[in-house]
């Protein structure tokens, strides 16, 4: 599978704000269409690794450079810059001028409360059991 395999449907990109989606629920007859888990996709191929998610949660948290980022998450700048890049093309993360830098962002509220939702438990977790040990 390629880098281009994985990248969102073209739908799923965009720039800029977008609406905070309604909830969606299913019922007995019919559930959700496959946009729906289509996009749900995006987001899960966007953190699965640790760093990415890593890098995910301090987006959703406020602005850093690509520099920070990558301090942070402990990986090649040049593929948090990608990364950041495939974010910004799925709409979740915006970018800023900042003298020579970029500031990124989440800016997807759905994209934040996902994050969040992923993170959070394993916060509450003793370090051991983050990583398996005993």
Known sequence: MTDKDTRPPPQARGHGHRPAAEPVTATASHGPGPEVFTGAAV????VNSAWRLHL??????GEH??????????????TV????????????????PCGRR??????????VEVVGRIATPVFRQPPSARSGGS
């Open 65 to 78: 450079d690509v520099n920070t980022l990558a301090r942070r998450v402990g990986a090649p700048l040049s």
């Open 43 to 46: 987001w899960f191929q966007l």
């Open 81 to 96: 810059s990608h990364h950041l890049v495939r974010m910004k093309d799925a709409g979740l993360v915006h970018s800023r």
């Open 102 to 111: 970029q500031l990124y962002r989440a800016c997807d509220p759905d994209f």
């Open 56 to 61: 995910a949660w301090l987006v959703a948290g």
